[in-house]
């Protein structure tokens, strides 16, 4: 089976004027990276927290890789939110400890030839790195690890182009292969070149899933473009 991600009837309501996922069914192949493309308030981090069961839905299913959300499913998905939840105090190599310990498929070796090539000395403590270079500690820390599915959100924000590239890079060249990267981002512009497929989402609902290249072929514009075009209202 290609399909990693199956998702059906999915709604996640606060209340009844706050909805912020409604009906989205999906179904997302392995192998890719997909962007998570819409404008605040469009229901994307509420759908990254129910892909990692942080958020219960109301209504509707998730499947990860055959495994309905849960403990099973955690223990396969990645997952860097958009703030950190690393203490500052830690020294990066205790923060290693902690993840050998928590996650059975992560490589400890990777995540130390990572930090050589950038210099970063394991005995520092996070709090002394620069923003970018704590940025770059938290994805090493996610893409050491063989999940099934990666989900990033917004990992190239606020840092600086040189920052920027470094992660993508880092996304590109250590995902597992047979696994699916979700990445989040309001910076389009940026990412779009490292992108197989795009997601757009609007006040919680789905607006458009398809590849880059039909975008590309049938609409003759970036994704960058195109998504302000749809947007655009």
Do not use: W
């Not at 998730?62 to 997952?79: E, H, L, R």
């Not at 993840?99 to 059975?104: I, Q, R, S």
């Not at 470094?166 to 979700?182: H, K």
């Amino acid at each position: 089976m290609n399909e990693l991600v199956e998702i059906v009837g999915l709604t996640k309501a606060y209340d009844a004027k706050h909805v912020a996922v409604n009906n989205i069914t999906l179904t997302l192949p392995r192998g890719k990276i997909i962007g998570l493309l819409g404008p605040n308030g469009s229901g994307k981090t509420t759908l990254i927290k129910m892909l990692n069961g942080l958020l219960t839905p109301t209504q509707g299913s998730i499947i990860i890789n055959g495994k309905y959300v849960g403990v099973d499913s955690k223990a396969q998905v990645a997952y860097l939110p958009d703030r950190t939840y690393l203490s500052g105090n830690q020294k990066i190599s205790e923060i290693l400890d902690c993840f050998v310990d928590f996650y059975a498929d992560f490589s400890r070796e990777k995540a130390e030839e990572m930090l050589r090539s950038l210099n970063i000395d394991p005995s520092t403590k996070l709090k002394t790195l620069s923003k970018g270079n704590k940025e770059k500690v938290q994805l090493i820390l996610v893409m050491s690890r063989n999940a099934c599915l990666y989900v990033l959100d917004e990992p190239i924000a606020g840092v600086d182009p040189a920052a920027r590239d470094y992660i993508l890079r880092t996304i590109i060249n250590n995902y597992n292969p047979d696994a699916t990267v979700i990445i989040s981002t309001h910076l389009i512009g940026d990412i779009e070149q490292i992108l197989d497929e795009v997601i757009f989402m609007r006040y919680g609902h789905l607006v458009l899933y398809t590849s880059v290249d039909n975008i590309r072929e049938q609409h003759g514009k970036s994704v960058d473009a195109y998504f302000r075009e749809v947007f655009a209202c």
